[in-house]
């Protein structure tokens, strides 16, 4: 058998390869199942760093086994290893990102996001947005581990919110995350520099936490253009508004409608239930959902909104008190629900909520005030009998409000009602410095 030369491009180890063994382009691809194109690219050395799947396909066409498929392989990792190296180091360059808690509730958005990255094309450009303490990051994260195992796609995870101020590398910073961050934040051009480093090498890029950076649409754009095999990921509480990009609006986790708490076995099943048990149970071990608390548990999960950092403050508070206390001083006056979450030794969430509102372009913030004096849920036309708006005008900022993860849609019986997050309601009343409504206050128990 004629071993592969592993001191050539692999480029060269190819071409003899498939000449060695008498075949045509077309012919290894109908073996490999590889496109032509894709093994001419590959001869002709326009892509010169071929993924491990790609590799393992074309040596089981061209039947090499031992050494020789060892030497191919080798050949293929030649060209690819330093960028494979940073890489891989990026995604180790904070261990605190990552996670080894379950996602809860989640497995819609995760299918829907891998998918749109496996699809040939990919998704070039794709933005998760959502309120602050919605579980963006976590599903990025998540998405990112997925890929690892299923898609077999380098990934490279930028930490965008912690690098965009005085952010100055360690000697241990891999070099293809610093240019990606100093291109990002606007420190420096690195875009040629990227270029050179990736190349054809297909990729995905996580920018995680853009909320308050501002993005350079061009840079972002133009190292889509110079590396046409990469895809960005990113997080952030709006969307980037650049050409072609995708978004995925985060809704807070599904919570229990009234009465569903009499059945102990669906309750326990429903994601902020199930998120919320999760976390109490490092504070209060011996705390068990029963028919005594069922009601409770039921309440606080629509109080929250299902939000999961809001679920994981009050289970955080249980250190120190017994749930049913929490429970009966938001029962006694709602507005504990604001010094829940705001007087909270990490009360970003609720500078992060109070934000997303007083930010809003003026024609959807006065649509938000208009809402406000609409109870529980409701549907389109409701809303628009109320604020007086037609239904095009009406359409148009529901879609900004929405994809801002102000509002959150419930299907009751086949139909779409939409209500107002208990925490926007608030901050909403804070900004205008007026108390909440008792018909505001009665709706912290209702259904979302």
Known sequence: MVRARSEGSFSQVLRQQRLRCGLTQLQLAALSTISVRAIRDMESGRVASPRRATVALLAGALRLTGQARTAFCRAAQVESSYLDKMVT?????????????????????????????????????????????????????????????????????VPVAEARHDWIPNAGTPPLLEAMVELITGQADTSGELAAIIGT??????????????????????LLADCPHVTVVTTARVPLGIRGECVLPLAPLAVPEPGQERDLDFLIQVPAVSLLLRQ????????????????????????????????????????MEPLPHLYGQLVDDPRNLHALICHHPEPMLYAAVMS?????????????????????????????????????????????????GLLRRVE?????????????RHACAEIHDVPLSRADQAHLFAIM
């Open 280 to 319: 109490l149970a490092p504070v209060q071990p011996d705390f068990r959902l029963n028919p005594a608390n069922a009601s409770m548990i039921a309440g606080l999960c629509r109080m929250l909104d299902g939000l999961p950092a809001a679920l994981g403050l009050a289970a955080s508070q249980c250190l």
């Open 412 to 424: 009751r019986h086949g139909d779409y009602l939409i209500s107002m997050l208990n925490i926007v």
């Open 201 to 222: 090498t297909p990729m995905i890029v996580f920018l995680d936490g853009l909320d308050d950076v501002p993005v350079h649409a061009r840079a972002l754009l133009r």
């Open 356 to 404: 997303s509102v007083e930010t809003l372009p003026q024609p959807h913030r006065r649509l938000l005030d208009r809402l406000l004096q609409i109870d529980g849920c409701w549907t389109v036309d409701e809303a628009a009998g109320a604020t007086g708006l037609s239904r095009p005008e009406l359409t148009r900022s529901l879609h900004v409000l929405f994809i801002r």
């Open 89 to 157: 180091e990026s995604m180790r360059s904070d261990a605190s990102v990552w996670t080894t808690d379950g996602l809860v509730g989640r497995d819609h958005e995760l299918d829907a996001i891998t998918g749109l990255l496996a699809a040939e094309p990919r998704q070039r450009l794709l933005t998760i947005t959502g309120i602050s303490g919605v579980g963006k990051t976590r599903l990025a994260l998540e998405v990112g581990q997925r890929v690892l195992a299923e898609l077999d796609i380098p990934l490279l995870w």
